[in-house]
């Protein structure tokens, strides 16, 4: 995917096809493809402007913020829970991977503890 075109050439466009310009003319001129013209003046005339839109990448989240308050609070409060009992105790739509990987991401909470270890400097 390509990136969206600047938004001085878009008015560029909006202004040449105003003009009476044609496609075919617009694109050779300001070396964009005819498709992207074709778009990009369906766009405006839905919404009047000619900003991109907003570029919605990847899979939306399976948890919503409320959710992962409450899994926050469940964990400092009970901190030996494990993933499965999260799962069954907010009957959540994910796997304990998936679970895992998002507390670790998205709270910045790791599920491994730190022992308590001297330095090696330190003297015995």
Not at 59 to 88: G, M, N, S, V, Y
Request: contains cysteine; proline residues 6%; glycine residues 4%.
């Amino acid at each position: 995917m390509s990136a969206p075109l600047s938004k001085d050439l878009r008015e560029r466009i909006i202004a040449g096809k105003e003009e009476g310009a044609s496609h075919a003319r617009l694109a050779k001129e300001l070396r964009v493809s005819v498709s992207a013209i074709t778009r990009l003046l369906a766009l405006y005339r839905e919404t009047g402007n000619v900003e991109a839109r907003p570029r919605k990448a990847g899979r939306k989240p399976r948890l919503d913020e409320e959710q992962l308050q409450k899994i926050a609070e469940r964990i400092k409060a009970q901190p030996d829970i494990t993933l499965r009992e999260l799962i069954d105790a907010f009957s959540l739509p994910v796997s304990a991977p998936a679970l895992c990987k998002t507390i670790n991401k998205k709270l910045r909470l790791c599920r491994k503890k730190r022992r308590a270890r001297r330095n090696s400097s330190e003297p015995t």
